[in-house]
């Protein structure tokens, strides 16, 4: 009995090989006969891993959504965004709050001094339905907070006694979304504290997973630190101070990118800042617990931008990059896609001094091309830099920051989509 060559075997179990490829291997295939070009033109669940990756998307949990109404949505989705055309519309009204977030497809707004308002976004094509609840009675005044919907946690600071007293203690509470209970996940008792060098401080908050990361900036930009907890057992991952961290995102489940600039405030006290602002890449599950400075912690690599020019002064710099490298929406919701793990965008934000003016540039790269890098490195090599040359003109994008783009408002990426 002679061997069956493939294109004796029944379709489906062609199509059911085809389905264990990659997507880029898939497209590949298609085009080496007909055969296959004709199974995958008549196979939903192949043109649907191939949106998937064309839209940055993964695919979410079993559902009572097949492939073809998967595909279907998506390619909604897609036309919607191309477009600019919104399935449907809906006026949200701020609040008069002092602080607000939307995260994870989740708007909340501070409603007085200890209260606040959620709105979960609603969703025509992925089936999220619009619902709203408020978290009050948490028995302290809120300071600041940030959330993530997937894991139901609220980090909530709790307004100081007196911002202006050196030295003093910040508390954070970890609580329950939707109750504002302590969060069952959490540590006993449910507060991580941490007492901050300098006065009147602001707070850049990031959750990825377990990990739980906090900027805290006094407001004479002569102490900054950067803290990352495991908000489930409430140990210290990492704790580096230095007036030269101006921003910070996790990068990776162990990575987090810090930005580094020398601010004007301390040009004249440490001489000429350095013309080379960087963004540094630190493994936070091998740093010191103990505080360390900045400039002698250990780091994997450093990302720098290109020298200025010698009348140029840098003076600050940010990133942002939204979801957290890991996030999936809550299992609750069941929608069948959401923004790919494997690629976000970071956007940086960079301010200079040009004489008498004050430019703002972007910067545009993705994971995928600051990993390009970072897997370059031999085992156990740490404090690699690389120069602009580089990585930036094939890794990035840099521009000139549209009129009006602001240092405070901060939701402005999302997966790999960048709005102003």
């Given at each position: 009995?002679?061997?069956?060559?493939?294109?004796e075997?029944?379709?489906e179990?062609?199509?059911?090989?085809?389905?264990?490829?990659?997507?880029k291997?898939l497209l590949?295939t298609?085009?080496a006969?007909?055969?296959?070009n004709?199974?995958?033109q008549n196979?939903?669940g192949?043109?649907?891993?191939?949106?998937?990756?064309?839209?940055?998307?993964e695919?979410?949990?079993p559902?009572?959504?097949?492939?073809?109404?998967?595909?279907?949505?998506?390619k909604?989705?897609?036309?919607a965004?191309?477009?600019l055309t919104?399935?449907?519309?809906?006026?949200?009204?701020?609040?008069?709050?002092s602080?607000?977030?939307?995260?994870?497809?989740?708007l909340?707004?501070?409603r007085g001094?200890?209260?606040?308002?959620?709105?979960?976004?609603?969703?025509v094509v992925?089936?999220?339905?619009?619902?709203?609840?408020?978290?009050?009675?948490l028995?302290?005044?809120?300071?600041d907070?940030?959330?993530?919907?997937?894991?139901?946690?609220?980090?909530?600071i709790q307004?100081p006694?007196r911002?202006?007293?050196?030295?003093?203690?910040?508390?954070?509470?970890?609580r329950?979304?939707f109750?504002?209970a302590?969060?069952?996940?959490?540590?006993?008792?449910?507060v991580?504290?941490?007492?901050?060098?300098g006065?009147?401080h602001?707070?850049?908050i990031?959750?990825?997973?377990v990990?739980?990361?906090?900027?805290?900036?006094s407001?004479?930009e002569?102490?900054?630190?950067?803290?990352?907890?495991n908000?489930?057992?409430?140990?210290?991952?990492?704790w580096?101070?230095?007036?030269?961290?101006?921003?910070f995102?996790?990068?990776?489940?162990?990575?987090?990118?810090?930005g580094?600039?020398?601010?004007?405030?301390?040009?004249?006290?440490?001489g000429a800042?350095?013309?080379?602002?960087?963004?540094?890449?630190?493994?936070?599950?091998v740093?010191?617990?103990?505080?360390?400075?900045?400039?002698r912690?250990?780091?994997?690599?450093?990302?720098?931008?290109?020298?200025?020019?010698?009348?140029?002064?840098?003076?600050a710099?940010?990133?942002r990059?939204?979801?957290?490298?890991?996030?999936?929406p809550?299992?609750?919701?069941?929608?069948?896609f959401?923004?790919s793990?494997?690629?976000?965008?970071?956007?940086?934000?960079?301010?200079?001094?040009?004489g008498?003016?004050?430019?703002?540039?972007?910067?545009?790269?993705?994971?995928?091309s600051?990993?390009?890098?970072?897997?370059?490195l031999?085992?156990?090599?740490?404090?690699?830099?690389?120069?602009?040359?580089?990585?930036?003109?094939?890794?990035?994008?840099?521009?000139m920051?549209?009129?009006?783009?602001s240092?405070?408002w901060?939701?402005?990426?999302?997966?790999?989509k960048?709005?102003?």
């Amino acid at each position: 009995m002679g061997s069956l060559t493939i294109y004796e075997l029944p379709a489906e179990l062609i199509i059911h090989i085809l389905n264990a490829l990659d997507y880029k291997t898939l497209l590949h295939t298609r085009q080496a006969c007909r055969l296959f070009n004709k199974l995958y033109q008549n196979a939903a669940g192949l043109q649907y891993k191939v949106e998937l990756a064309v839209a940055n998307m993964e695919n979410g949990p079993p559902s009572g959504l097949g492939a073809a109404d998967r595909l279907q949505r998506l390619k909604q989705h897609q036309e919607a965004w191309a477009t600019l055309t919104p399935n449907a519309q809906q006026i949200v009204p701020m609040l008069k709050g002092s602080v607000w977030e939307l995260y994870g497809g989740v708007l909340s707004q501070a409603r007085g001094s200890s209260t606040l308002a959620f709105k979960q976004l609603p969703s025509v094509v992925r089936g999220i339905e619009d619902k709203e609840w408020t978290v009050s009675g948490l028995g302290f005044d809120i300071r600041d907070y940030g959330m993530d919907p997937s894991q139901q946690l609220l980090a909530i600071i709790q307004k100081p006694a007196r911002s202006s007293v050196n030295n003093e203690m910040i508390q954070i509470h970890l609580r329950s979304l939707f109750t504002g209970a302590s969060h069952p996940a959490a540590h006993d008792p449910a507060v991580l504290t941490h007492t901050p060098e300098g006065i009147r401080h602001s707070f850049t908050i990031q959750i990825s997973s377990v990990f739980l990361g906090i900027l805290f900036e006094s407001r004479d930009e002569l102490y900054n630190e950067l803290v990352i907890w495991n908000w489930q057992t409430g140990a210290i991952e990492m704790w580096m101070s230095g007036t030269e961290i101006a921003s910070f995102q996790f990068l990776s489940d162990r990575h987090v990118l810090v930005g580094y600039v020398m601010p004007l405030l301390n040009v004249d006290q440490l001489g000429a800042p350095p013309r080379e602002p960087r963004l540094v890449v630190v493994d936070f599950l091998v740093a010191a617990p103990e505080k360390v400075e900045a400039k002698r912690a250990d780091f994997v690599c450093s990302f720098h931008f290109p020298i200025l020019a010698q009348w140029a002064i840098p003076l600050a710099v940010s990133i942002r990059s939204d979801p957290a490298p890991s996030w999936t929406p809550h299992r609750d919701l069941q929608v069948p896609f959401y923004t790919s793990r494997d690629e976000r965008l970071f956007v940086v934000t960079f301010w200079a001094a040009d004489g008498g003016n004050v430019r703002t540039i972007l910067l545009f790269t993705l994971t995928s091309s600051l990993f390009a890098h970072i897997e370059t490195l031999q085992p156990g090599e740490k404090k690699r830099r690389f120069a602009w040359g580089e990585w930036g003109p094939m890794g990035s994008r840099m521009m000139m920051a549209p009129t009006g783009h602001s240092d405070t408002w901060v939701c402005y990426v999302y997966g790999t989509k960048f709005v102003s």
